[in-house]
């Protein structure tokens, strides 16, 4: 199984990115597919999800009307348009897959149990 994301890069505050992560090997559309990024010196944290039919999608507060995790069951690629940037969202974005996501479990990175290598997105204030 393999998670590759791109599409990060440098934008000024207030501009938009969207970045996406194609899925190869063994993922498929069954899997919850999510986002999480870290910040120099910060933990990994929950940014979105979307379950498997992609009609349930779940953000954290600090994105909540900003961004939106969208996906493409066939080219089996999940998307995160992050609009209205600002210089806290600075940071490199990490998707994953996992089978088994529930409710309860959706923003924690430990349930998850593929992840791709990071793509980074700095927003200069």
């Known amino acids: 199984v393999q998670l590759q994301a791109s599409g990060g890069g440098l934008v000024q505050a207030g501009g938009s990115l969207r970045l996406s992560c194609a899925g190869s090997?063994?993922?498929?559309?069954?899997?919850?597919r999510a986002w999480f990024r870290q910040a120099p010196g910060k933990d990994r944290e929950f940014v979105a999800a979307?379950?498997?039919?992609?009609?349930?999608?779940y953000y954290a507060d600090s994105v909540k009307g900003r961004f939106t995790i969208s996906r493409d069951n066939a080219k089996n690629t999940v998307y995160l348009q992050m609009n209205s940037l600002e210089s806290e969202d600075t940071a490199t974005y990490y998707c994953a897959a996992g089978q088994r996501i529930i409710v309860s479990t959706i923003r924690r990175s430990q349930a998850y149990d593929y992840w791709g290598q990071g793509t980074l997105v700095t927003v200069s204030s």
């Open positions: 979307i379950f498997r039919s992609g009609g349930y999608t």
């Open positions: 090997g063994r993922t498929s559309s069954s899997e919850t």
